[in-house]
């Protein structure tokens, strides 16, 4: 049940590239997480998926003003990936932010970071959720 952010230059990505890579980012994660596909109902409802787009003059390496850097910020619930899941976000969301971007030189530019959220610091609906309990969260109702 990942959050997905991507911090990109606004310019970056169409709007249509934009969707695709919300489509295929968070399929990744969730392949990642070992979900099937489709995923239950209730984790394709709060599986977030955002795109910030930057003015390019505030995107910014030490470097360089106005770079092309695009950053994607995974959040899942604490125990839910193993370092081998990890890896393979890694890798799927470079190719995928290339794929979209239309840049063969975005994959060099693409920074990727995966964590964890703090153990009962993952809530949806005022409760706390953990892989402890994940059938009630399945239990919730989303509609």
């Not at 590239?17 to 994660?29: E, H, I, K, N």
Request: glycine letters at 6%.
């Amino acid at each position: 049940m990942p959050m997905i952010d991507v911090y990109a230059p606004a310019d970056m990505f169409s709007e249509e590239a934009g969707r695709c890579l919300a489509s295929d980012l968070t399929q990744a994660v969730l392949a990642a997480e070992g979900f099937p596909d489709p995923a239950p109902v209730n984790v394709q409802h709060v599986t977030g998926f955002y795109i910030h787009r930057l003015p390019s003059s505030d995107v910014h390496t030490a470097r360089t003003g106005s770079a092309r850097t695009v950053r994607v910020d995974v959040i899942a619930a604490a125990g839910g990936l193993t370092s081998a899941a990890k890896k393979v976000i890694i890798e799927a969301a470079t190719e995928i932010v290339a794929r979209h971007a239309l840049d063969k030189n975005q994959t060099n530019r693409t920074f990727v970071v995966v964590h964890e959220a703090a153990p009962g610091g993952w809530g949806i609906a005022g409760k706390t959720f953990s892989k402890d309990n994940v059938a009630d969260f399945h239990a919730l109702d989303m509609s």
